[in-house]
């Protein structure tokens, strides 16, 4: 029975599981290579949501379908110890305090490329989308240290003013400022103008809310882009999923940090042909875990009997 379910659930699993391949439009696929030769950092749980010709999941209808490209600066951890004149330099000390003892996230596809190699990304604040921004700030800055958990956050720093010596000192990522007795999510922010900050993050920290990224002009879907109760890892019906199904790779060698990464955002609803196919699914599921619990309490009454033990209701 098992052998044979797996026979069934292995094609199934393979059409949506797989996290090296991304859909382009046009036929064409992006491969990250980086998930075939580096290890997957070990609590990972997202994975690609769509076929790779781009279909929307097996089973469901797209109700729209939102693609966004964003623009940012890969890093290595290593560059924050490349001293004065390197653009890092003024937030090295503030970012190598404040990832200290936490667990990396993950780079693209949850790869860990592995100590001073790990992917450090760097964008612009204002060139966020306006529902990152409003998350940041409301789950990240405003967020009290004791609830802070032990993994990298985004960390948002004010630029040093160009007039200004750029040194490194140890000055930690903007924070709201607690107010005694009051909600957190009343505690004032730092009157900071936004083109004045910088957001730095692991690709990883993209995955759990991808979809507000691409929600601001999302046109029909803009409120349910923007509502991450709808985003769903894996598709069902009237939700939402998300991937950053493309990104290009910085050139370190040649000290070009420039990168581009897409996210594709759907409402998805199921399919008439998909619901009809759950229900048989859940059905032959159902009736091989009762076929299964029959097999084994027929063998433990065999067992039983070969012994001369006597039944539950007569000891």
Not at 31 to 55: K, L
Not at 290 to 308: C, N, V
Request: aromatic share 10%; net charge neutral; with cysteine.
């Amino acid at each position: 029975m098992k052998a044979g379910l797996a026979s069934v659930l292995l094609p199934l699993l393979l059409q949506g599981a797989s996290p090296v391949h991304a859909y382009e439009k046009g036929g064409k696929h992006f491969i990250n290579w980086d998930a075939h030769e580096y290890p997957i950092v070990s609590h990972w749980n997202w994975h690609r949501p769509f076929p790779d010709h781009g279909d929307p999941p097996m089973g469901f209808e797209t109700k729209c379908n939102v693609v966004k490209k964003f623009h940012a600066r890969s890093y290595r951890l290593g560059d924050l110890r490349n001293g004065e004149g390197h653009p890092l330099y003024p937030f090295s000390d503030g970012i190598q305090k404040y990832i200290a003892g936490r667990t990396y996230p993950g780079s693209w596809d949850g790869v860990d490329h592995g100590g001073m190699q790990r992917d450090l990304l760097m964008m612009e604040w204002r060139e966020l989308p306006v529902y990152v921004r409003k998350w940041i700030e409301d789950n990240e800055m405003r967020r009290p240290e004791m609830d802070d958990g032990r993994t990298w956050r985004f960390m948002v720093f004010q630029k040093k003013p160009k007039k200004v010596a750029a040194t490194a000192t140890e000055t930690a990522p903007l924070r709201a400022v607690p107010t005694e007795g009051a909600e957190s999510s009343t505690w004032k922010l730092p009157e900071v103008a936004d083109r004045d900050k910088v957001v730095f993050f692991a690709p990883g920290q993209l995955y759990p809310i991808l979809p507000l990224f691409n929600a601001k002009g999302g046109g029909k879907c803009e409120d349910s882009f923007s509502d991450l109760s709808r985003y769903v890892p894996v598709a069902k019906d009237d939700s939402v999923v998300a991937w950053p199904f493309e990104h290009s790779k910085a050139d370190h060698e040649n000290g070009k940090v420039e990168i581009y990464f897409k996210i594709r955002a759907e409402h998805v609803l199921e399919s008439e042909h998909g619901r009809d196919r759950r229900v048989l699914w859940d059905t032959l599921m159902r009736n091989a875990r009762r076929t299964e619990r029959k097999h084994l309490r027929a063998e433990r009454e065999a067992g039983r009997d070969s012994l001369g033990m006597p039944e539950r209701d007569e000891l």
